[in-house]
Nanobody
């Protein structure tokens, strides 16, 4: 089991940037896929981006070109750099980890989130217009 703790959320005006961090502890070495998800009020959780153990990344269509997922293996930390933020990016952002690489292979299909076994508590991102 992996423990995940997100940080870096906050309030920003449209067009601004934020960088989220996710510190992993526990059996993080066994995680083959890590990712970011988000959930806005009244909406279903949706995938944002994933990165596998080889550093290969995938993004949801709405985030391509604006968000960048990365990781620092030495620090056991996952990042999400978010640029050109829009009010519709407002949500609670969650970090997630999976032992199975299928979590990354199947992203961004809806089945991907079910493969992730460890989740953080979430960090709020609010973008004003």
């Amino acid at each position: 089991q992996v423990q995940l703790v997100e940080s870096g959320g906050g309030s920003v005006q449209g067009g601004g940037s934020l960088k989220l961090s996710c510190a992993a502890s526990g059996s993080s070495y066994s995680m083959r896929c890590m990712g970011w998800f988000r959930q806005a009020p009244g909406k279903a959780r949706e995938g944002v981006a994933v990165i596998d153990s080889d550093g290969y990344t995938k993004y949801a269509d709405s985030e391509k070109g604006r968000f960048t997922i990365s990781k620092d293996n030495a620090k056991n930390t996952l990042y999400l750099q978010m640029n050109s933020l829009k009010p519709e990016d407002t949500a609670v952002y969650y970090c997630a980890a999976a032992e199975s690489p299928r979590a990354c292979w199947s992203f961004p299909s809806v089945v991907a989130s079910a493969i992730f076994t460890s989740w953080g508590q979430g960090t709020q991102v609010t973008v004003s217009s």
